[in-house]
């Protein structure tokens, strides 16, 4: 028993210093790269697929509802082109972060629906809606800065490098697209994403 737990230690240990080097080689490669490709043909069902049954494993791991809101999604557009890897990397932070800071027994939202269209394009919202620890208002001034973590108890007692959110704001700015966040401290938090796809 005493070696389970041990070994149990161990991973986990090396589970977080995996994620710090790939957040820091990430945000390396994001600050290196002079050419993004945004005309990769890609199912926007497939990459939303994959993003929300990881997170949904590890959602229930923690005992917490993981729901995909159909209510508010509005798909009626499956093929398009843009830059997939992006995207999956960035609503992984993001529902990743909603997972984490999000106590046993609470929940999180997520949704994706188009709310604007043209000849050539339409703009996609990405929503993600937990009742999480929330953080304060000075810290959202500051969330999408590199190293940036509040500076108190209730979130430094979180592991992460600080890095995560800056490199979602990359992600969306290198796409020409925008993102937001609305949150009160120990009610919880919500971050909506729009990006422009062909």
């Not at 070696?3 to 995996?18: G, I, P, T």
């Not at 810290?139 to 992460?160: L, V």
């Amino acid at each position: 028993e005493m070696q389970k737990k041990c070994r149990e230690k161990l991973l986990e240990s090396a589970r977080h210093l995996v994620s710090m080097v790939n957040d820091i080689l990430d945000m390396n490669k994001l600050e290196t790269e002079q050419f993004v490709e945004n005309d990769i043909p890609f199912n926007l069902a497939a990459v939303l697929n994959r993003v929300n049954t990881d997170q949904q494993m590890q959602a229930g791991k923690k005992k917490i509802d993981y729901v995909v809101d159909w209510e508010k999604s509005e798909l009626n557009h499956m093929y398009l082109t843009g830059n997939p890897v992006y995207i999956e990397k960035l609503l992984t932070v993001i529902t990743d972060n909603a997972v984490k800071f999000t106590k046993p027994g609470g929940n999180v939202s997520v949704w994706c629906r188009k709310i604007s269209e043209d000849d050539e394009r339409a703009v996609y919202e990405f929503g993600c809606s937990d009742n999480g620890i929330g953080m304060s208002e000075e810290f959202q001034t500051r969330i999408f800065d590199e190293f940036s973590q509040e500076n108190d108890g209730a979130r430094t007692s979180y592991k992460g490098t600080g890095l995560g959110m800056a490199i979602a704001k990359k992600y969306v700015d290198l796409m020409g697209g925008k993102i937001e966040v609305s949150s009160r401290q120990g009610v919880g938090s919500t971050f909506t994403v729009e990006i422009p796809l062909r």
